[in-house]
C-alpha cells in the first residue's frame, strides 16, 4: 500500500478487525464502514482536506495559525452574533494574538497564553480580566466546534477571585434621595432604576411600545431572541409612567447618550450623600430593598433577569447573611441567668 501526502490511496481492511481503514501520516484509522465504496468515498474527502492543509480532529494537529483562525472568526461573528458580543470576543482574540503573535498554530496554544493575559493585565479590575478569560475560552470553543482543535487549550484556566461587597442604598435611605433629585427627567429616571432593578441599557432603550398596560408588565428586548423577557410592572414603576406624557420610541429621552444618564445620576448620588455608589448600584439597591422585604432569592433570580441562580446567590450572600444575623437577633429571651444553679 503507498501513501501520497502521508494518506493512504485506498481504504484497507485489518486482520481480525471488521470495516475499513486507512493511514494519515504513519497512523493507523477506521474509516468506520464495512462498505468498499463509502470507504473509499469518506477517504477522497479525508484526502482533500488533508492536501487543502485542513485540520483533522483525528490527528489532532493544526495547519491553521492563530492570525488565520483570528480572520475567518471575526468574519463569522460580525454576522452571527450581537454586538456586544462580539466586540468581547474580538478583544479577547487581540488580546491573545498580542501575547503570541499572529503566526503560532492554534494546536501550540496553552494555559500559559492565559496565565501570560493575567501578568500583562495585572493592573486592571479581576472582573475586566476575567471577562478576557470568559471570552477567550469562548472564541476558542468555535476553533473546536469548526475542527481546527480537538479540545479548548483555555479550558482549564481560572477566573480570578471576585469579592467584592455590593454598594447600595438603604432601603429607609431610599425616600429622601429620590426627593433630592431637582431635574424631574432624571428623578424619573432614577425612580425606574430603583422600582425594576432594570440595566441603563434597559432602560434607555424601553419603548413606549414596551408597556403591556392590561398585563400590568413591560417587555425587555434584547439582541439574542432567548434573552428577551416580560416582566410584572411594579406599583411605583406603573405610577411613575402614568406620570409621564404617553407617546411613541423610547421612554426616557431627556438625554440624548446613555452615558449622560450615568453621569447624572452619580451627580445626584454625591449630591444625596452617596459618592460611593454608581448608577449600577441602583440595581443593586433594589435588589435589597426586596431582600429586606421579604423577596426571596430565586424570586430575585427572576426580576433581574439573571439566567443562573449562582449568580444571583454569588453577588447578593453577604446581604443576605447581614439580613439572617438581625433576623435571629429578633428571637430574644429575655434575662438568662446561666451562671447560678436555682434549687
Known amino acids: 500500500m503507498v501513501d501520497i501526502m502521508g494518506v493512504s490511496r485506498k481504504p484497507f481492511k485489518v486482520a481480525g478487525r471488521n470495516g475499513y481503514y486507512y493511514k494519515i501520516d504513519g497512523k493507523r484509522l477506521t474509516l468506520s464502514t464495512r ?5 473509499s468515498r469518506l477517504l477522497k474527502i479525508i484526502r482533500t482536506a488533508y492536501l487543502e492543509g485542513k485540520v483533522r480532529r483525528i490527528t489532532g494537529e493544526c495547519s491553521k495559525n492563530l492570525g488565520q483562525f483570528a480572520d475567518e472568526f471575526e468574519v463569522w461573528a460580525l454576522d452571527t452574533q450581537p454586538s456586544k458580543t462580539f466586540k468581547a470576543n474580538r478583544l ?3 488580546k491573545i494574538i498580542e501575547i503570541e503573535g499572529r503566526n503560532v498554530r492554534l494546536d501550540r496554544l496553552t494555559l500559559k497564553t492565559m496565565d501570560e493575559l493575567k501578568r500583562k493585565n495585572r493592573k486592571l479590575k479581576p472582573s475586566s480580566i476575567n471577562n478576557y478569560l470568559r471570552h477567550s475560552k469562548a472564541v476558542m470553543n468555535k476553533a473546536v466546534e469548526w475542527g481546527y482543535l480537538q479540545a479548548n487549550p483555555f479550558k482549564g484556566a481560572k477566573l480570578l477571585p471576585q469579592k467584592k461587597r455590593v454598594g447600595f442604598i438603604e432601603p429607609k435611605q431610599i425616600t429622601n ?4 433629585i431637582e431635574d424631574l427627567g432624571l428623578r424619573r429616571f432614577v425612580v425606574a432604576c430603583l422600582s425594576t432593578g432594570r440595566r441603563r441599557s434597559e432602560l434607555v432603550e424601553l419603548c413606549w411600545e414596551d ?5 400590568k408588565a413591560y417587555f425587555i428586548a434584547k439582541e439574542k431572541r432567548s434573552l428577551c423577557k416580560t416582566y410584572p410592572m411594579s406599583a411605583s414603576f406603573l405610577t411613575l409612567l402614568k406620570s ?4 411613541r420610541g423610547k421612554i426616557f429621552t431627556r438625554w440624548r447618550h446613555a452615558d449622560t444618564y450615568t453621569h447624572k445620576t452619580k451627580e445626584a448620588l454625591k ?9 449600577h448600584d441602583l440595581r443593586h439597591s433594589f435588589s435589597v430593598a426586596m431582600l429586606e422585604g421579604g423577596g426571596g432569592m430565586k424570586a430575585l433570580q427572576k426580576a433581574l433577569g439573571h439566567s443562573e441562580f449562582r449568580v444571583t446567590a454569588d453577588t447578593y450572600a453577604d446581604v443576605t447573611d ?8 429578633l428571637v ?4 438568662l441567668d446561666l451562671f447560678s444553679d436555682k434549687k
Open 244 to 247: 409621564m406624557k404617553k407617546g
Open 322 to 329: 447581614d439580613g439572617l444575623r438581625a433576623a435571629v437577633n
Open 211 to 215: 408597556i403591556l398596560w392590561e398585563r
Open 92 to 94: 479577547a482574540l487581540r
Open 35 to 39: 462498505d468498499f465504496v463509502e470507504a
Open 177 to 180: 434621595f429620590i426627593k433630592s
Open 271 to 279: 449630591a444625596g450623600g452617596f459618592g460611593h455608589l454608581t448608577l
Open 332 to 335: 430574644k429571651l429575655g434575662p
